[in-house]
């Protein structure tokens, strides 16, 4: 009986292997006649007559299975758009999949012969032989680039089913195509307006590798929907229109930017200059992440005034705008009108990207309770982030902050 371990998640890409059954012995090439479809539509393999789809919940992927299961391929798409800041070419790409993927499968050895793919760049092959609970499986992993996307493909099986089918296994994957209208329409850049709007909220959207190039980060269709939503309720507690409100009324009302003035206010913080705030907390013993966080609570007021985190605030705030639209709780135009609202504020607040960054970074540390300046931290690596995603092309921090923003939908 067969398992599958394949996942693909807002925070992270895991990929695990199939427990299959099978038999040996040597078998010509199948002839390839039933083709399969990813589900968004962008990319097809051709398998023999008696191969059947395995799931079809998965954006981007296709899996399969031969009719006794003894046999699977697995193909998955992540758009470069998705890696942005990870992998600038397909040798970095290739090294980041083993890094978070294919490195719990074991040792690799490297395949040279491989089939020809006409319609991609076959960047590398390998092979790996798992022991999993008491059998012998083998797994062919073969890594694509196009112009758009990389792509991962993996024929597994049991050993001796695997041996006798490696051909036909690997004219699958030689069948391989792009669907090159579907992926223009989902590459298809935005408007400066929307890509500005996404830009507020870029750093969560590339730590979770979505797309910056999507409203909210991800394809509007049935698995973002049944996604966002799950995210929604975990996180926020939102799980229809009347909680997304009462929550985005929050951020806009009230919000963390609140919390750190009352605290600032409650410590008296405006009576002191910075030695003599660090003077005091070395007098008094408070040291760690409390001496950071009341230092944080100085320099952010210092800096932006009662806007000290507003940024932190009103990014979660467009992003929740999006995502309520994904998630079916608001529409499109309910979710870009808000969404308009929330950025001219942020434009009248602040004077550049570098600015609203650095508010929404304080905001980041304040409420993650970190340091910027511990480089293990998660607020250094968004910070980092940023600057990487400030030198990329298509990026929505190489727009002029003080664009028009205009009502398209």
């Known amino acids: 009986m067969k398992r599958i371990k394949f996942f693909l998640t807002c925070f992270c890409l895991l990929m695990g292997v199939f427990v299959l059954t099978g038999c040996g012995g040597k078998e010509k090439t199948e002839e390839l006649t039933n083709q399969f479809v990813s589900k968004n539509e962008s990319f097809q393999i051709s398998a023999p007559k008696d191969w059947k789809e395995a799931s079809d919940e998965i954006e981007g992927a296709i899996l399969i299975e031969d009719e006794k299961k003894q046999l699977s391929i697995i193909a998955q798409q992540i758009l470069k758009s998705q890696l942005a800041t990870i992998a600038e070419t397909g040798e970095d790409f290739v090294k980041f999949y083993k890094q978070t993927t294919t490195s719990s499968f074991g040792e690799a050895v490297k395949i040279t012969e491989n089939p020809t793919i006409e319609n991609a760049t076959l960047l590398e092959a390998e092979e790996y032989s798992i022991v999993e609970n008491g059998l012998k499986e083998k797994v062919y992993v073969v890594y694509l680039e196009t112009e758009a996307s990389y792509y991962v493909v993996l024929a597994t099986g049991l050993e001796d089913a695997y041996k006798k089918k490696l051909e036909t296994l690997k004219s699958c994957i030689a069948s391989f195509e792009e669907k090159e209208e579907k992926i223009a329409k989902i590459t298809a850049p935005l408007s400066d307006t929307l890509l500005w709007f996404n830009g507020t909220y870029a750093l969560i959207t590339t730590k979770n590798m979505g797309n910056l190039s999507l409203v909210g980060g991800y394809e509007n269709n049935d698995t973002t929907k049944q996604m966002i939503s799950t995210a ?178």
């Open 232 to 409: 929604l309720q975990s996180s926020w507690d939102v799980t229809d229109k009347a909680s997304a409100d009462e929550t985005l009324k929050w951020l806009l009302e009230e919000g963390h930017n609140s919390d750190l003035l009352k605290s600032y206010a409650d410590y008296e913080l405006d009576s002191y200059t910075r030695e003599e705030l660090i003077e005091v907390l070395e007098e008094s013993q408070i040291t760690g992440m409390d001496a950071v966080i009341i230092l944080l609570e100085y320099d952010a007021v210092k800096k932006f005034g009662d806007k000290a985190i507003l940024a932190w605030d009103l990014s979660r705030a467009m992003q929740l705008s999006a995502w309520y639209y994904l998630a079916g709780y608001y529409t499109y135009e309910e979710a870009m009108d808000q969404s308009l609202e929330i950025a001219q504020l942020l434009q009248k607040t602040y004077t550049s990207w570098d600015e609203m960054i650095e508010s929404y970074m304080y905001g980041f540390q304040y409420w993650n309770e970190d340091d910027i300046s511990d480089t293990s931290s998660d607020s250094y690596e968004r910070k980092q982030m940023y600057e990487q995603l400030k030198t990329k092309e298509g990026s929505p921090y190489q727009l002029d902050w003080n664009i028009t923003l205009t009502k398209e939908w």
